[in-house]
T-cell receptor
């Protein structure tokens, strides 16, 4: 079955760039996602990338996709204390039965040091 | 404004006492899911529903039931809750841009 792996913790200083990495195993993924979860809150869709793209930029966020290595990364430029949260990588796949399933990684807790 | 609303947000209950967590969406969306989130395990899908009266098991369905009598509502039912169902639960509009509810933190003692 599919598996999504990401490191559990990342600590960066305010103003630096953060890079959160993720690997996935299913090459048939349609979209790959980054979700953000702030303490006590639900999941917020940060950004996503279609599987035939290499890169997507959205303000401070840059998503890089290496399909050959099945590697996805999220770069946050000029990291702020408000970026402290858990970040989930997820892959989306259409199943044979026509359903669209999401498989999540375990989440990376980003701590921003002032 | 698109919304997925879960109730209650917090619940403490005792082992064996049946409970229902409600979920409603205002997007007229067909596809809905329930997930549970546990530390170190990420989100795992419990059940999903592709349309009214169409439900299917996800990765961790044991101990749960769902119903989908109408498109708007997708309740999660725990007939006999046990302590290992203590978790954070999310209902979601399932699509290429999944939209999550705020979560229900359930504690079973």
């Amino acid at each position: 079955g599919e598996d999504v792996e990401q490191s559990l913790f990342l600590s960066v200083r305010e103003g630096d760039s953060s890079v959160i990495n993720c690997t996935y195993t299913d090459s048939s993924s349609t979209y790959l996602y980054w979700y953000k979860q702030e303490p006590g809150a639900g999941l917020q869709l940060l950004t996503y990338i279609f599987s035939n793209m290499d890169m997507k930029q959205d303000q401070r966020l840059t998503v890089l996709l290496n399909k050959k290595d099945k590697h996805l990364s999220l770069r946050i430029a000029d990291t702020q204390t408000g970026d402290s949260a858990i970040y989930f990588c997820a892959e989306g796949l259409y199943s044979g039965a026509g359903s669209y399933q999401l498989t999540f990684g375990k989440g990376t807790k980003l701590s921003v040091i002032p | 404004e698109a919304q997925v609303t879960q109730n209650p947000r917090y619940l403490i209950t005792v082992t064996g006492k049946k409970l229902t967590v409600t979920c409603s969406q205002n997007m007229n969306h067909e596809y809905m899911s329930w997930y549970r989130q546990d530390p170190g395990l990420g989100l795992r899908q419990i059940y999903y529903s592709m349309n009214v009266e169409v439900t299917d098991k996800g990765d961790v369905p044991e101990g749960y039931k769902v119903s989908r009598k109408e498109k708007r509502n997708f309740p999660l039912i725990l007939e006999s809750p046990s302590p290992n169902q203590t978790s954070l639960y999310f209902c979601a509009r399932q699509s290429t841009e999944a939209f999550f509810g705020q979560g229900t933190r359930l504690t079973v003692v």
